[in-house]
């Protein structure tokens, strides 16, 4: 028990009689009024006279009877001296004896109670060395979830630099935004349980430290009762202290000294237990963050490799298309260049027939027939200008159909350079990047 000062403001008064006036011994003097006594009231408590022979004998058996009496009286005074000092001799030591008995006792109690907050002790600290590595654990994993986050990041950002059309919200960034998001909530959740592992650690140390105090208090009172129990009628460091029997004002009971200690253990336990259940929690915590964190990383991973396939099969198919597009644009142009030999190769016929026709016109009079050969002529002429019209159509169909197949081709190369600025993006800077992601142990605080 916790010992309570009296503080005194002034010095306390003597613990004194105050003085008053005795009153007046009055003394019975014997008078001497007999019929032959020689003064009277006058000679009270003076005599000059002598004594009668009745008074000698008077006076000499009163002397008899004084020494038998006194004799007789200190006979029985010494018996019951003897008696009495027999009486207190045996009754000191009974009272000695159970004395020591209940010091014993106490001792008993004492040793018990020290030995239980000594054990409550040893498992406060045990419980927080526990505790101390949960927190370390703790602390690791959340520095451990500092390099998820940047790969995240750093792939988000990586991603960015895709080209159009490229530059889409796919199944990859959702993952990839999922699992940026799972990290922080992981990392605030780790925090929030680091601080709760902190106020424990405090609480296993302020009840381990009134747990000491108590102990340590009831050592230095079992080596006090450990000393007087020792103590006997031989010893020689007694001595008298004759205020040591008042109880103090702030002594305890057996009942609070018993509940003070009962409460401390009880305290103890509790914190204890709760020590307990948030070490199983933490447990349970970096387990499901570790494996929630994994199987993350994994479905971003497959995320990245359908991704990366769907490229390369584009990537693929517009490889594919554009030698084909290469190859008709080869054919197109060897097309063209019919087209123009054709357009060049009817040209002649068309000045031959245009030739006769003016030729012929130049016939005088009634010679200027319109003849067969006349009419055939005519026809010829719009034949060829038919088919040099169908086919300088066709050389500008030929040649928009071209140009096209030009565009089509830029268009397959620049799909291409993207599609390849992906796969690049995706698979040299994400994925490789990926590869440094932490192991579920590293996750889990043990490393």
Same mark, same amino acid.
């Given at each position: 028990?916790?010992? $309570?000062?009296?503080? +005194?403001?002034?010095?306390?008064?003597?613990?004194?009689?105050?003085?008053?006036?005795?009153?007046?011994?009055?003394?019975?003097?014997?008078?001497?009024? =007999?019929?032959?006594?020689?003064?009277?009231?006058?000679?009270?408590?003076?005599?000059?006279?002598?004594?009668?022979?009745?008074?000698?004998?008077?006076?000499?058996?009163?002397?008899?009877?004084?020494?038998?009496?006194?004799?007789?009286?200190?006979?029985?005074?010494?018996?019951?001296?003897?008696?009495?000092?027999?009486?207190? =001799?045996?009754?000191?030591?009974?009272?000695?004896?159970?004395?020591?008995?209940?010091? =014993?006792?106490?001792?008993?109690?004492?040793?018990?109670?020290?030995?239980?907050?000594?054990?409550?002790? @040893?498992?406060?600290?045990?419980?927080?060395?526990?505790?101390?590595?949960?927190?370390?654990?703790?602390?690791?994993?959340?520095?451990?979830? =500092?390099?998820?986050?940047?790969?995240?990041?750093?792939?988000?950002?990586?991603?960015?630099?895709?080209?159009?059309?490229?530059?889409?919200?796919?199944?990859?960034?959702?993952?990839?935004?999922?699992?940026?998001?799972?990290?922080?909530? %992981?990392?605030?959740?780790?925090?929030?349980?680091? !601080?709760?592992?902190?106020?424990?650690?405090?609480?296993?140390?302020?009840?381990?430290?009134?747990?000491? !105090?108590?102990?340590?208090?009831?050592?230095?009172?079992?080596?006090?009762?450990?000393?007087?129990?020792?103590?006997?009628?031989?010893?020689?460091?007694?001595?008298?202290?004759?205020?040591?029997?008042?109880?103090?004002?702030?002594?305890?009971?057996?009942?609070?000294?018993?509940?003070?200690?009962?409460?401390?253990?009880?305290?103890?336990?509790?914190?204890?237990?709760?020590?307990?259940?948030?070490?199983?929690?933490?447990?349970?915590?970096?387990?499901? $963050?570790?494996?929630?964190?994994? +199987?993350?990383?994994?479905?971003?991973?497959?995320?990245?490799?359908?991704?990366?396939?769907?490229?390369?099969?584009?990537?693929?198919?517009?490889?594919?298309?554009? /030698?084909?597009?290469?190859?008709?644009?080869?054919?197109?142009?060897?097309? %063209?260049?019919?087209?123009?030999?054709?357009?060049?190769?009817?040209?002649?016929?068309?000045?031959?027939?245009?030739?006769?026709?003016?030729?012929?016109?130049?016939?005088?009079?009634?010679?200027?027939?319109?003849?067969?050969?006349?009419?055939?002529?005519?026809?010829?002429?719009?034949?060829?200008?038919?088919?040099?019209?169908?086919?300088?159509?066709?050389?500008?169909?030929?040649?928009?159909?071209?140009?096209?197949?030009?565009?089509?081709? !830029?268009? +397959?190369?620049?799909?291409?350079?993207?599609?390849? /600025?992906?796969?690049?993006?995706?698979?040299?800077?994400?994925?490789?990047?990926?590869?440094?992601?932490?192991?579920?142990?590293?996750?889990? @605080?043990?490393?």
């Amino acid at each position: 028990m916790a010992q $309570t000062d009296v503080l +005194l403001t002034k010095q306390p008064a003597p613990q004194t009689v105050p003085a008053c006036e005795l009153p007046p011994k009055l003394y019975d003097v014997a008078r001497n009024t =007999g019929a032959h006594s020689s003064a009277g009231l006058a000679t009270a408590g003076f005599r000059t006279a002598k004594y009668l022979v009745d008074e000698w004998f008077q006076n000499s058996y009163a002397s008899y009877h004084q020494a038998f009496a006194d004799r007789d009286q200190s006979e029985r005074q010494r018996h019951e001296s003897r008696q009495l000092a027999a009486e207190t =001799g045996a009754l000191a030591q009974r009272t000695q004896e159970d004395s020591t008995r209940k010091v =014993g006792e106490r001792l008993q109690d004492m040793h018990c109670w020290k030995s239980e907050l000594q054990r409550e002790v @040893g498992e406060l600290v045990a419980e927080t060395d526990l505790m101390l590595a949960q927190k370390l654990r703790l602390e690791r994993a959340l520095d451990a979830t =500092g390099v998820p986050f940047s790969i995240a990041t750093d792939n988000l950002q990586c991603r960015e630099r895709r080209q159009h059309p490229d530059l889409v919200r796919d199944f990859v960034e959702m993952e990839l935004l999922k699992e940026a998001e799972l990290i922080r909530n %992981i990392q605030e959740l780790l925090k929030r349980t680091i !601080m709760q592992a902190v106020n424990q650690i405090r609480m296993n140390r302020e009840h381990k430290e009134l747990c000491e !105090m108590d102990w340590s208090d009831k050592v230095e009172a079992y080596n006090i009762d450990e000393t007087c129990a020792l103590y006997n009628n031989q010893s020689t460091e007694v001595q008298f202290h004759p205020h040591s029997t008042k109880f103090e004002e702030s002594a305890s009971t057996p009942e609070t000294w018993a509940r003070f200690t009962q409460e401390n253990l009880q305290r103890a336990e509790r914190e204890r237990l709760a020590s307990f259940n948030l070490r199983g929690l933490i447990d349970c915590i970096l387990r499901d $963050t570790s494996e929630d964190l994994r +199987l993350q990383c994994d479905s971003v991973n497959l995320a990245f490799g359908r991704r990366l396939e769907e490229l390369e099969d584009s990537r693929h198919k517009l490889e594919h298309h554009l /030698n084909k597009t290469l190859r008709e644009i080869a054919d197109q142009e060897h097309n %063209i260049a019919e087209l123009k030999q054709a357009i060049r190769d009817k040209e002649v016929p068309l000045k031959v027939a245009q030739t006769r026709l003016y030729q012929r016109s130049q016939r005088p009079n009634v010679e200027l027939c319109r003849d067969t050969a006349q009419f055939r002529l005519v026809s010829e002429v719009e034949e060829l200008n038919r088919s040099l019209s169908a086919l300088k159509e066709k050389l500008l169909e030929a040649e928009q159909s071209l140009r096209n197949l030009e565009d089509t081709r !830029m268009s +397959l190369e620049k799909d291409i350079a993207v599609k390849t /600025n992906s796969i690049f993006i995706d698979s040299q800077k994400c994925m490789a990047h990926r590869a440094h992601y932490p192991t579920i142990l590293r996750l889990a @605080g043990y490393q």
